[in-house]
């Protein structure tokens, strides 16, 4: 919740502040993720991947200017896109071995090589998803809205509104229906804390959220509805990747960046996958609607 507030904030003054907002973020999380396996023979690659984070937000972010300006249709943006994506892969695939061979432990640096590329992966290409729900949020406003007015201003950060709010919503009810009502474990060896009736209290919360979010832009009700969906099953399940990850590493926090509240990758780790799986939604929404 802490992040998705400093997002809101961040783009209220401007995509700028937006992107240098995700670009901290990325980098915290996967400086974090590094130290988790720090003490591993197989940890990561701190500057390899910080490179591969970069590179992975400002592929999304080029891509998300070729959509405003309505290119994307074009066959010579599809070929771009691909070629870009394309070089990424190899760029990460060099840098890996590249990585491996450095090492003389040849096995052991193998898969820290390949754990510093899933690393970049997920702290980076996932999470850069948020660029692309956020022009989403523009795309759907059209070019006539006013950006200044009140209806402009929340159009434009639908987007955002919809991948956030949801899932402040399914955290907030996950907790409280879980501490008052749970009894089933989830995944107990993962998450020993989260219930099955925190999860569905959370589920139902995101949608009620979503569906009141959507009933206010005067979009149709189905895309609240999908949008609570995605939230509130992807979400739990980023949440419990980390878990995993951390349990993995023998640590119960990620890092001591917020007091109380863990590092950032505790504060990412829904959003991780939520940010994919809504682009992927608004995209056949779009396309489709």
């Not at 090492?103 to 850069?128: E, F, K, N, Q, V």
């Not at 569906?211 to 206010?216: D, H, R, Y």
């Amino acid at each position: 919740m802490v992040y998705g507030a400093v997002v809101l904030a961040a783009i209220h003054f401007g995509e700028l502040l937006f992107l240098l907002a995700l670009v901290a973020g990325a980098i915290t999380a996967y400086y974090e993720l590094w130290r988790l396996f720090a003490r591993e023979r197989y940890a990561l690659s701190l500057p390899g991947g910080i490179v591969l984070v970069l590179t992975f937000l400002i592929v999304h972010e080029v891509w998300a200017q070729v959509r405003l300006r309505g290119l994307d249709l074009t066959f010579e943006a599809g070929v771009f896109f691909s070629i870009v994506v394309g070089s990424v892969i190899a760029l990460s695939i060099i840098v890996g071995g590249a990585l491996a061979l450095a090492r003389r432990d040849l096995p052991y640096a193998l898969l820290s090589s390949g754990l510093t590329i899933l690393g970049a992966i997920y702290c980076g290409w996932l999470l850069g998803y948020l660029i692309d729900v956020a022009s989403f949020g523009v795309i759907a406003a059209g070019p006539h809205v006013d950006p200044t007015s009140i209806e402009g201003y929340v159009l434009q950060r639908s987007g955002l509104f919809l991948a956030i709010l949801p899932t402040w919503a399914n955290d907030v009810a996950a907790y409280g229906v879980g501490a008052a009502f749970g009894r089933r474990k989830l995944l107990p060896h993962v998450s020993p804390g989260k219930t099955v009736e925190g999860t569905l209290g959370g589920l139902v919360a995101s949608i009620v959220v979503a569906v009141a979010l959507v009933s206010l832009l005067d979009f149709p009700t189905w895309v609240g509805v999908g949008v609570g969906l995605i939230v509130g099953i992807v979400g739990p399940l980023g949440d419990l990747v980390e878990s995993a990850i951390k349990r993995a590493a023998a640590a119960k926090d990620s890092g001591g960046l917020l007091p109380g509240h863990g590092g950032m990758l505790d504060r990412l780790d829904s959003l991780i996958f939520i940010a994919p799986a809504l682009a992927i939604f608004f995209e056949l929404a779009l396309r489709f609607s």
